[in-house]
């Protein structure tokens, strides 16, 4: 949804409060779905994890059982590593491009987001964006339930 593209401001609140709901709803199967997403994904791509929000920190435990992923936190430099942002559903693009911008100051070679769904527009600093509800339309959707 691109609110500059003539979304109201009552739907800027509504995916808001869809985001914070599908927050508090990521646990068990679907938790470990999106785990097993993101490691797939960074992991056929040589990619370092980064969480940027609470929902990533879940994901990125769940994924931490997994040995051949590369989870980094940003208390350390990220020279010449290429970062995979991680995130639960997102209402807007500025958490993601925030974080991009710390990645990059800390010597991410490339920076790339993965997140669960909501926001679906451009996302600033970032090469590319990868939504789990674009991939995985039937999970997204038990979670809604």
């Not at 691109?2 to 401001?9: P, S, V």
């Not at 931490?64 to 807007?92: E, H, N, P, W």
């Not at 997140?115 to 674009?134: D, K, M, N, Q, R």
Request: one cysteine or more; charged letters at 20%.
């Amino acid at each position: 949804m691109d609110l500059r593209g003539g979304g109201t401001r009552d739907d800027a609140v509504s995916l808001l409060y869809t985001a914070q709901r599908h927050a508090g709803a990521l646990v068990g199967r679907k938790l470990v779905e999106a785990a097993d997403w993101v490691s797939s994904l960074a992991v056929s791509k040589n990619w370092s994890i980064l969480s940027c929000d609470c929902s990533g920190e879940r994901i990125l435990g769940a994924a931490a059982t997994k040995d051949s992923v590369d989870i980094i936190d940003s208390s350390r430099r990220f020279d010449g590593r290429d970062v995979l942002l991680v995130a639960g559903m997102v209402a807007g693009p500025a958490g993601l491009a925030r974080s991009a911008r710390i990645a990059r100051s800390k010597g991410a070679t490339s920076v790339h987001c993965a997140y669960l769904g909501g926001w679906e527009g451009v996302v600033a600093g970032v090469e590319s964006t990868h939504i789990f509800a674009a991939n995985q339309n039937e999970q997204l959707g038990a979670m809604t339930s």
